[in-house]
T-cell receptor, first 107, second 113 residues
């Protein structure tokens, strides 16, 4: 069993839909990252959080430390949101990655 | 642009060869991380340096080595290359270590033929 699990693995949506991607982890962490990887391969850090909730534009990330669970929400999804979203946790100075969620948003 | 620069962007080499990947961190960042992303393994942590010293080690093969120089740039050396080493290699940097945001370079795509 992976230490960081993401669901779903693949997600398709129509433009405008509300998207939720889930991340569960089984190790102790000091922080959790949400990353975005576009088809070209580059990785962008979306959020780093260790408690509560963060919002940036149409993106919202939440974390529940007690339940070892985080969610990434995308409101009013757009085709340019199509990418792989990766959850990663900081555990003793290293990042442990989930396998990613591939999101495709169609017009 | 994250401010982290990796060179080269693409590299094609033969089995048995040795290559060096280079990473320049964001200005002011002391910590450099190396990651490997292969099709079947996803992203894997390789090694971390902080201010010139090795800080943490992950799933790094003995054929691979890295260092961080006094100007804080880092190099990842891959030797005796095998077909399975073909992957995207990412570098990331952060101000300090641990619980701080990391910024990723664009990656080096290594193809071993």
């Amino acid at each position: 069993k992976n230490e960081v699990e993401q669901s779903p693995q693949n997600l398709t949506a129509q433009e405008g839909e509300f998207i939720t991607i889930n991340c569960s982890y089984s190790v102790g962490i000091s922080a959790l990252h949400w990353l975005q990887q576009h088809p070209g391969g580059g990785i962008v850090s979306l959020f780093m959080l260790s408690s509560g909730k963060k919002k940036h534009g149409r993106l919202i990330a939440t974390i529940n430390i007690q339940e070892k669970h985080s969610s990434l929400h995308i409101t009013a999804s757009h085709p340019r949101d199509s990418a792989v979203y990766i959850c990663a946790v900081y555990n003793t100075d290293k990042l442990i990655f989930g396998t990613g969620t591939r999101l495709q948003v169609f017009p | 642009d994250s401010g982290v620069t990796q060179t080269p962007k693409h590299l094609i080499t033969a089995t048995g060869q040795r290559v060096t990947l280079r990473c320049s961190p964001r200005s002011g960042d002391l910590s450099v991380y190396w990651y490997q992303q292969s099709l079947d393994q996803g992203l894997q942590f390789l090694i971390q340096y902080y201010n010139g010293e090795e800080r943490a080690k992950g799933n790094i093969l003995e054929r691979f080595s890295a260092q961080q120089f006094p100007d804080l740039h880092s190099e990842l050396n891959l030797s005796s290359l095998e077909l399975g080493d073909s992957a995207l290699y990412f570098c990331a940097s952060s101000v300090v270590t641990g619980n701080t945001e990391a910024f990723f370079g664009q990656g080096t795509r290594l193809t071993v033929v």
